[in-house]
């Protein structure tokens, strides 16, 4: 039996047995007697009901919204494997749920959506909105899930983020930002040339934006994004390099590159073309655009990371979404914003230069250390909640978004690290 063979057999035992899925639900409250029957339902629910029609906020007291997060997808991008429908991503959302409980301490529901309209998805999705105290949309394919977030975001007054844009660049900006340190480069001089203008390259852009660099090109599978094409939709024109330029041209001394695409979208002949110690993300996954190995072999110099586990640095959208959420709704945030994001990136970028504590060494069975191949927390982390979780909850006081006004910041982390024991 192959390899791949033998993992898919124990990937689909893993799912099926002993019990099918990979969640469900558990009761909190004691719930052994007629008195406790007689309060968790009728009569006694009667009361938090009609609290909360007089105090909507009174939701946060007195059910789980305040904890609860609806994963919802309606499957046109699943992973790298396409449009599989709403009901064939169902595994992936349940997997998604599994990450925000172990990691964020969220509670999750997954909700697939077989709806491809996108006014019709959204009147669904802020149909059920009441339950939740986030929403984390999932697998929706580009151009449509940047018009489904921002319509969502918009009606809704709770967390919606699409992690598949976002994720990706919030990790990524953290390795950039680390990786600029190590070589001594600013962000606002940085050259920076996006392969792939999907939703994580768009998002990508706008936040590598947002921190500071000024000059980005992006490219799709027809080549430079430049003024000249008449085929670009509104998210690639805001990056659209002047008419006539090459990807080759973009690539000279450039002093990032930033693979979302697909294997061999560019080259070794590209990145020779860099500048000195150049920073070079290749995070198509399973297969990146170049493999390490291949980019060594042109740059010895270069500090490299992909989306692959088995390799240093590897950019996983788990090291951000848990804790994303966790901290934008402990403060009952309106929305996450561009000024959370970032401060979720710095957390990270901040966290990585932190003497690495002995279980995550042995955990990892290696000595891990800031340096070219450790510009990235590891997922197992257990300091990620603290410092992610709290600087976005910070932020989002900060930048007036938050519901809670009395925000101790030292106090939140203490908190934190509390539920870690």
Sequence with gaps: MSHDSELNKRALDYHAYPHPGKIATEITKPFASQGDL???????????????????DDAYRYTAKGNLVAVISNGTAVLGLGNLGALASKPVMEGKAILFKKFGGLDSYDIEVDETDIDRFCDVVAAIAPTFGGINLEDIKAPEC????????????????????????????????????IT????????????????????????????????????????????????????????AAPEGMSLSEAFENAD???GLSAPGSFTCDHIARMASNPIIFTLANPTPELFPEEVRSVRDDA???????????????????????????????????????????????????QEVPAYLNELYGTQLEFGPEYI??????????????????????????????????????????????
């Design 256 to 258: 990032v590159a930033v």
């Design 303 to 353: 500090i490299i990371a992909t989306g692959r586990s088995d390799y240093p640095n590897q950019v996983n959208n788990v090291l951000g979404f848990p804790f994303i959420f966790r901290g934008a709704m402990d403060v009952r945030a309106k929305t996450i914003n561009m000024e959370m994001k970032v401060a979720a990136s710095h957390a990270l970028a901040m966290l990585t230069r």
């Design 146 to 181: 940047f018009e489904i977030e921002r319509r969502l975001v918009e009606r809704l007054d709770i967390p919606v983020m699409h992690d598949d844009q976002h994720g990706t660049a919030v990790i990524s900006s953290a390795g950039i930002i680390n990786a600029a340190h």
């Design 376 to 421: 990235i927390p590891k997922p197992f982390d257990k300091r990620l909640i603290v410092e992610v979780s709290a600087s976005v909850a910070n932020a989002a006081v900060k930048s007036g978004v938050a519901r809670v006004k009395e925000f101790d910041l030292e106090a939140y982390k203490h908190e934190l690290s509390a539920r870690l024991g």
């Design 184 to 239: 001594g480069r600013s962000l606002e001089n940085m050259r920076i040339v996006i392969v792939g203008a999907g939703a994580a390259a768009i998002s990508c852009g706008r936040i590598y934006r947002f921190m500071g660099v000024r000059e980005i090109y992006m490219s799709d599978s027809k080549g430079l994004i430049h003024a000249g094409r008449s085929d670009l939709n509104p998210q690639k024109r805001e990056f």
């Design 38 to 56: 007689s309060l968790a339902y009728t009569p006694g629910v009667a009361a938090p009901c009609l609290e909360i029609q007089k105090t909507p």
